[in-house]
């Protein structure tokens, strides 16, 4: 089976989830999980040629003339997010059966799921940056619907809005910025396009495309100043924090950093923007995570931090760094989906995620413990699990950058911060006596801790036996810098500045660890104002957004037809006018000279239509009409258009005696306007004509296409049998457009007379309904 | 030739745009109709103008020689001051129906 093909097998999975569930509500989730495991299952089937440095490729044409196509690119880094998404994906869903068991929208919440799941293969598999971004939307709308899964309360819809609002905004900005790079490049096709990065790199708008690509990436991995989304996603039943925020969405916006790379990277810009954001995202979510006192923000908060730590590698680049974001990657998604599935099972069994009320759970769930136990070491960065050896890598990076104090003293701070977090959120709530809540615990069942631990003990192989992970290390950070790269994987590494430096970080963290109760209650104490907020400022901007529309509707549109047209008019004046200037050219001067006749028409049509504008009364605006119409019936006839001269005498002759039939009875015009809107709308409708003329002039220039009037011309005899060709085109080329007609009319004339019809009903009601 | 006849293009537009501001419902439906000339005398005039060659093949030949009137715009037009007419009778009747049914002549009194 092809990899298209089980894109869409997800789909159809998905499409099927409500109702398998409910005719099999135990079975049906684990038959779900069949089809992650079957992706992950023929990713390991291609994996031994993509390993061997040949990228599996396949492309469906789909709108080939946008240089858009539904094209497929594997290499090891899509490999390695596919595989990540894959089999936590499998974790996830056979938890969620026990954690959800019950549930009255389980169906619902599969169906989503399963979207959500390939869409984000669908991302990581794509060769197309169009085709991409269509799947990276496609993940936010499907997590939209998973945090705002508990649809009946205010706050998690209110959480899921503002994640669609934010990460949607970005991915404008990342549509914008493709374009420009589709542009520039020729190319959608994501291969092309990694091959020509000096292209990218070289061009006058690469620090507008930078910008554009980085909003996208940053606000779908929720750096600072977009992270506030992302706690408040934790409104999210757990399986899906654990999900889509520890081990794949917010990891979205890594890759697509990762996935780019030798497009966009390696100049100073990139450097900069990369090291601060990611940075700072990095260092505030490590120092803000241990103090929460909810299970779900601490690691939300500590989430925050390896995604900013993701970044920030990302932007010192070169190899050892791309190394580190390789192995934090996957030692990520090894504790922190664990970890998030531990406290949702805590959760589960107390009823509370509150750190001050637990404590004392490891007798009664000894498996959860053991689970939160190895995830939390591994996040901790203890020897010798895979955590410890992306710690190592890490610290390696920022000692080897061009700034070393400050990267380095960065990292310190946030190996610190994790670790006093990995303590609060995965092995506090076990020890110690128990508390009243964990008396009240319910033991739980196997489908709660036996995925997460086979998660959380991979961390522990991978740990001791690193070869396991060597040759995806390596190869995801060739396919990342888009060259061969050759290192060693190794818990060991000597004794190295990197160690000596892990050595700090460890006996500070231990520090910090003891001290956190303590610092927590000082902190607690502490009132924090006066620093702008970039929630707040998201919220001011929302709301600031909503009185500008308004403000905006009530300048440009009213329920007075004068006003609107007004709008219109000035607007179409305005861009018009600016479209005319633009193309500049003086019109031709007269080429033909006038005949006495012409003279003659064009000033009966003027001052007709002046006269039909100030009559006082229907009846002589209606005489002034039918000459208007006469004057142009002659024109027609002047230049050629015999059948245009019959019509417009027949259709005016029957107006004006529509006129004076139907609107006889009208009063004289009253004068209704006053002198100052009068003289407003005669500067606007004089601003209008001359543009039309300007108009009309220009139009001689403008020549967009050869006119078809030649094949009119040459077929109207041979082929229609008609010699004249005006009414060949109506009856014949055109016959389609004058049925189309004939049926307005129609429809006109009835209108009409059901008009007519029920105004005088209205006016003598009585009779009517005697009759 | 050309300048005059866009003037008078030009010229036809504001007054029928003028008339489309003003409230009195009467005047919408002549702003309309003078609207609608305008409109077709801006598809006649852009197009190109020529006198006296009416675009039909002369018994005897085969295909139109170059040089008679250009006979696509004049389809246009055709089926624009039929369509128009439709619209204008529409109109009166609808304005005939405010007048009679609930004496309103003015636009601003429509609202309520």
Redesign the interface.
Known sequence: MSLPLLLLGGFVASALAPRLCKTLPRLGALLLAIWPLAFAAHLFRLAPDILAGKPFEHAIEWAPALGISLSFYVDELSLLFGLMVSLVGVVVMVYAASYLKGHAYLGRFYAMLLMFMTAMNAVVCSGNVISLFIAWELTGISSYLLIGFKHDKEVPRAAALQALLITTAGGLALLAGLVMVGSIAGTYELRELLANGDLIRNHDLYGWILVLILLGAFTKSAQFPFHFWLPRAMEAPTPISAYLHSATMVKLGVFLLARFYPMLAGTPEWTALLTFFGGVTMVMGALRSPFQDDLKAVLAYSTLSVLGMLTFLLGLGGKVALKAVVLVTIAHALYKAPLFLVAGTVDHATGTRSVRSLSGLRTKMPWTFATGLIAGLSMLGAPPLLGFVAKETLLDASLASAYPIPTTTAAAITGIGLMAAAWVAGIKPFLGEPSTAAQRAHGVSPGFWLGPLLLASLGLVFGLVTALVAPWTLGATAAIQGAPAAFKVALWHGFTPALATSGIVLALGTGLIALRDLLKDRLDRIEWRGLPRPSTLYQQGYEAMFVVARGLTDRTQS????DN??TI?FAFLLLGGYTLYRLGGL?????????WL??GL?SI??AA??A??R?RS?LN?ALM?GV??FA?SA??L???????AI??IV?DT??VL??VL??H???R??R??TKKTMIR??I???L??????????K??QVNVHE???GF???K???EAFG????NV??VDF?AL??LG?IT??MA??L??YL??R??EA??KPREVQGT | ????????????????????????L??????L??LS??A???I????????????????G????AAG?????P??L???A???S??????F??????A???LGI????EL?E
């Open positions: 329920d007075s037809l004068r047209l007004s008019l019109p031709s001067p007269p080429t033909v000279e006038l005949h012409e003279v064009g049509l003027l239509s002046f039909a504008i009559a229907m605006a009409l208007v119409g142009m024109v027609f002047v230049y050629g258009a015999v059948d245009l019509t417009q259709v029957l107006t529509l006129f139907v609107v009875k009208l009063p015009f009253a209704l306007s709308d005669a606007l409708a004089s209008a004509g001359i543009f039309m003329t300007f108009l009309v002039l139009a001689h006119p078809i009037s009119f011309a040459e109207a005899v041979p010699r004249n060709i005006v085109i109506l055109r457009d004058t007609e307005v009319l006109g004339a209108g009409v008009l007519v029920s105004g209205k006016a | 030739m050309e300048w005059f006849w866009a003037i008078i293009v030009g010229a036809l537009f504001a007054t029928a745009i003028f008339q489309l501001l003003r409230r009195n009467a005047k919408l439906a002549i702003g109709i003078l000339n305008a077709n005398l801006l006649f005039s852009s197009a190109g103008l020529t006198r006296g060659k009416p675009p039909m093949v002369p018994e030949v085969e295909t139109l008679h009137a250009d006979p696509l004049q389809a037009i055709l089926t001051i039929v369509i007419f439709g619209v204008i009778a529409f009166l009747a609808l304005l005939r129906l007048s009679q049914r002549t003015d636009l601003e609202k």
